[in-house]
T-cell receptor
Framework: EPEVTQTPSHQVTQMGQEVILRCVPISNHLYFYWYRQILGQKVEFLVSFYNNEISEKSEIFDDQFSVERPDGSNFTLKIRSTKLEDSAMYFC?????????????FGDGTRLSIL | DQQVKQNSPSLSVQEGRISILNCDYTNSMFDYFLWYKKYPAEGPTFLISISSIKDKNEDGRFTVFLNKSAKHLSLHIVPSQPGDSAVYFCAASTGNQFYFGTGTSLTVIP
């Protein structure tokens, strides 16, 4: 069964540095998402992306965050200047073949640790 | 602002019995609801969904019930199996934004 893959599985970064989290969604999916889960807390929506642009974003997704689909397969989340509170599991997900309300398929996440 | 709530952080059930996981939501605009299962060190895995036009959806051992007037949904697992032990998240959406609950950790005791 096709799956969403995320790299790296664990990223350790100094505070203030830029970090890029990478995702390869399922190949025929059209909707892409990033979520985060701070340790012990709920999974929080960050952003959804469709047709090469952001379709929705949460209040967490401020100017420090950006997403990109640089080629036909990768979907990246960039955090420009990391803060300690950015430490979390970051999950990428993809869904659908043109219909937004489709189950999302998640990757196994990238654990981001900010020192 | 917690639009989706799972008030039970944990639940233990004997193998073979029914597991009932509950979820409440506040936004009447939600039109699609899902349940996900999550094992440690893995991403959430989709289990079952229900559209707001229905009140029940069944898939094998899993049934989701939706009570729109009460803004409540539940997941029934019967019979429960030890492999069902995981954290279960409910989620709700309107458009392309999904809201997750905090999860319920289910333990099925052999």
């Amino acid at each position: 069964e096709p799956e969403v893959t995320q790299t790296p599985s664990h990223q350790v970064t100094q505070m203030g540095q830029e970090v890029i989290l990478r995702c390869v969604p399922i190949s025929n999916h059209l909707y892409f998402y990033w979520y985060r889960q701070i340790l012990g807390q709920k999974v929080e929506f960050l952003v959804s992306f469709y047709n090469n642009e952001i379709s929705e974003k949460s209040e967490i997704f401020d100017d420090q965050f950006s997403v990109e689909r640089p080629d036909g397969s990768n979907f990246t989340l960039k955090i420009r200047s990391t803060k300690l509170e950015d430490s979390a599991m970051y999950f990428c997900a993809s869904s659908g073949q043109g219909i937004p309300n489709q189950p999302q398929h998640f990757g196994d996440g990238t654990r981001l640790s900010i020192l | 602002d917690q639009q989706v709530k799972q008030n039970s952080p944990s639940l233990s059930v004997q193998e073979g019995r029914i597991s009932i996981l509950n979820c409440d939501y506040t936004n009447s605009m939600f039109d699609y609801f899902l349940w996900y299962k999550k094992y440690p060190a893995e991403g959430p895995t989709f289990l079952i969904s229900i559209s707001s036009i229905k009140d029940k959806n069944e898939d094998g051992r899993f049934t989701v019930f939706l009570n729109k007037s009460a803004k409540h949904l539940s997941l029934h697992i019967v019979p429960s199996q030890p492999g069902d032990s995981a954290v279960y998240f409910c989620a709700a959406s309107t458009g392309n934004q999904f809201y997750f609950g905090t999860g319920t950790s289910l333990t099925v005791i052999p």
